[in-house]
C-alpha cells in the first residue's frame, strides 16, 4: 500500500505541470525595512543581501511579515512594522483574510514578495489576526533580528 502511494505522488508530480511550486524552505521573517533596503532581484527572483555582515544572500521564495492595518479595501491592505509600511494584494482569495482587515488589527501575513521599493509589497498566501495577544506585537522586531542574527 505504501509502495503505491509512492508510486502514485511520482506520477502525480511528473505529470502534473501546472501543480502549485511549493516552497523549498519555510517563510523568511522579515521587517519592511529590510526589505526596502537590502533586498536584490525582482519577482520570482528576490534574494535578500547580508553582505554588510559579511554572509551569503537569502533567497526570498515566501516571507512573514507582521503589522498593525493601517487601511485595507479592494482586496488589498496597507500595513505598518517597526521599520516602516507595506502592502498586501491579494487578500480576496486568502481563506479567514477579511475578518482581519479592520484598521487598528495585529497581523501575520504569509506572502511571495512582488516588489521591494518604494515600499514592499506581498501577495498574500496567508493572513492571521493576532490582535488577541499584545506580546505578539512586542517581540516581533526582536523576534526577525534574533532570527537574522542566527541564520548562517
Known amino acids: 500500500m505504501a509502495a503505491a502511494a509512492v508510486g502514485a505522488a511520482d506520477s502525480?508530480?511528473?505529470?502534473?505541470p501546472a501543480a502549485v511550486r511549493l516552497p523549498r524552505s519555510p517563510p523568511l521573517k522579515v521587517l519592511a525595512e529590510q526589505l526596502r533596503r537590502d533586498?536584490?532581484?525582482?519577482?520570482?527572483?528576490?534574494?535578500?543581501?547580508?553582505?554588510?555582515?559579511?554572509?551569503?544572500?537569502?533567497?526570498?521564495v515566501t516571507v512573514w511579515?507582521?503589522?498593525s492595518v493601517l487601511a485595507?479595501?479592494?482586496?488589498?491592505?496597507?500595513?505598518?512594522?517597526?521599520?516602516?509600511?507595506?502592502?498586501?494584494?491579494g487578500l480576496e482569495r486568502v481563506p479567514r483574510g477579511r475578518?482581519?482587515?479592520?484598521?487598528?488589527?495585529?497581523?501575520?501575513?504569509?506572502?511571495v514578495v512582488?516588489?521591494?521599493?518604494?515600499?514592499?509589497c506581498l501577495q498574500a498566501v496567508k493572513m492571521t489576526d493576532l490582535s488577541d495577544n499584545p506580546i505578539h506585537e512586542s517581540m516581533w522586531?526582536?523576534?526577525?533580528?534574533?532570527?537574522?542574527?542566527?541564520?548562517?
Request: aromatic share 4%.
Open 99 to 111: 475578518p482581519c482587515l479592520a484598521p487598528g488589527k495585529y497581523v501575520m501575513v504569509m506572502g
Open 12 to 16: 502525480f508530480a511528473r505529470g502534473c
Open 39 to 60: 533586498a536584490e532581484g525582482g519577482p520570482g527572483a528576490w534574494r535578500l543581501s547580508r553582505a554588510a555582515a559579511g554572509r551569503e544572500p537569502l533567497e526570498l
Open 72 to 89: 485595507a479595501g479592494g482586496g488589498e491592505a496597507r500595513l505598518r512594522d517597526p521599520s516602516g509600511a507595506f502592502v498586501v494584494r
Open 114 to 120: 512582488q516588489a521591494c521599493s518604494p515600499e514592499p
Open 141 to 152: 522586531e526582536l523576534e526577525v533580528e534574533d532570527l537574522h542574527r542566527n541564520i548562517p
Open 65 to 67: 511579515m507582521q503589522g
